[in-house]
Every structure is written in C-alpha cells, then in structure tokens.
C-alpha cells in the first residue's frame, strides 16, 4: 500500500463568515465527487475570550480503481466564535464572528485492498509494478484530485470572501 499526499493547503481568517454555508460546501463538494464522507471529531466548548472553539473533522475517501482510492480531510478550528446578526439588503441573516483555520489534505492510496502487503517479496514487486506499470494511471488520478481539492479550496475560500489568487 503506498500513500502520497498531493494536496495540502491551510487558510486562516478572522472575521465575520456563514459557518452553516462553509458545512454544506465540504457536504456538496463530497456528495458531487462520490466520496464516503463522516465526521470524525467534533468538539464544541467554551474558549478564555468568551466565545466558542469549535473543532470539525471529516475524512472523505472514494474508490477510483480497484487499485487506487482517494482520501480527502477538511478541519475547521474556530477560536473566539460568537454568532452575530448582520443587517444585508434589508434582511436579518445568522453568520459567526471568529478566528477560523480550514485545513485541506488530499492523497492517494494505491494498492488499498493491501494485495501486496502478504509478504517481503510482494512489497517489493509493488514499487516495481508502481513505479513502472501504473505510474501514468496513478499521476493522472494524482492531478485529478490536486484539481478537485484546489476547486474546494477556492469554494470555501470565497464564501470567506477572500481573494484567489492566480
């Protein structure tokens, strides 16, 4: 089994953002890649500045091949959250006041049924069958995934309404 991270981006901003529409981008952008998503930590308690830290994990992963998986985790840590009430366009709307880290790690796993794994041998014959059999196959589904978490990426980074660059 060989595991290569190929994405990994960490944002941070202090402000005034939509949490309920940060959750439902990381939901859609996994339902629409069919990947498995769960929640995998979720922590909720009250910080030294009279907020809230919230912690959110999830891991996400979707088969490609019957050799290659991909597996995608998104954090949110938040420090000093507050909700807050904004007045747009003549409209009350619930948004959260606070620091946020969002953390993105993508990589792929070939061989994750783990058929080389019986043996010393077939270890080896994996970074054979890798390094020259499959390793077209693997780079493109390697690039496809870059793509997939930097469009991720970009979603979340302008319903934080920061700039992109590039």
Known sequence: MEEETVFSVKTSKRGVFDMDKLYSAVMKWYKSHDFKAVETKHKDKPDAYGGRQLYHEWTGDAKVTSYIRFFTDVVFELREATPVEIKKDNKKLKKTRARINIT???KTVADWRKVFEKGPFLKRFEK???KYFKKKEISSHQGQLVAWSSELHNTLKKL???????
């Not at 934080?160 to 590039?166: K, Q, S, V």
């Open 128 to 130: 054979l069958v890798n």
């Open 160 to 166: 934080l309404e920061m700039e992109t660059a590039g």
């Open 104 to 106: 993105i790690n993508s």
